[in-house]
């Protein structure tokens, strides 16, 4: 009789421990897309924010043909722990100036196209 109990418990809790498995391992993925979602979003607006508080700055500069200082203005932005890099790209996807700080899979060249020429006030 005690065989049937323990039986009966194995029954029991082998198919409720694969379900909450399951259970867990969906609530993992959905908590990582819900994650990798907001920090993108973060990205983002951090990058708008950078992008027009640099703006008249950068324009000043590349306007009188200081490019060195425009990669100086892009060098102090990029000193910012949460930036990797920061570059000023044309809309061909041509690089004006960049740190040396900024990945290669973050180039100008590798920009998307629909970004391209998007203005710094985009939502």
């Given at each position: 009789m005690?065989?049937?109990a323990a039986l009966d418990a194995f029954r029991?809790?082998?198919?409720?421990?694969?379900?909450l498995?399951?259970?867990?391992?969906?609530a993992s993925?959905?908590?990582?897309d819900q994650a990798r979602t907001w920090a993108e979003r973060d990205l983002a607006i951090r990058a708008r924010l950078v992008a027009?508080?640099?703006?008249?700055s950068l324009a000043a500069r590349l306007a009188s043909g200081d490019g060195p200082g425009a990669r100086a203005l892009l060098d102090d932005?990029?000193?910012?722990?949460?930036?990797m890099g920061a570059a000023l790209c044309r809309v061909d996807g041509r690089p004006v100036t960049a740190t040396a700080t900024l990945p290669e899979q973050a180039s100008c060249a590798r920009l998307p196209?629909?970004?391209?020429?998007?203005?710094?006030?985009?939502?």
């Open positions: 005690q065989r049937s029991f809790l082998v198919p409720l421990l694969g379900l498995a399951l259970v867990a391992w969906a993925w959905v908590v990582n027009r508080g640099a703006r008249e932005l990029a000193r910012d722990e949460r930036l196209p629909h970004l391209r020429g998007e203005p710094l006030d985009a939502p």
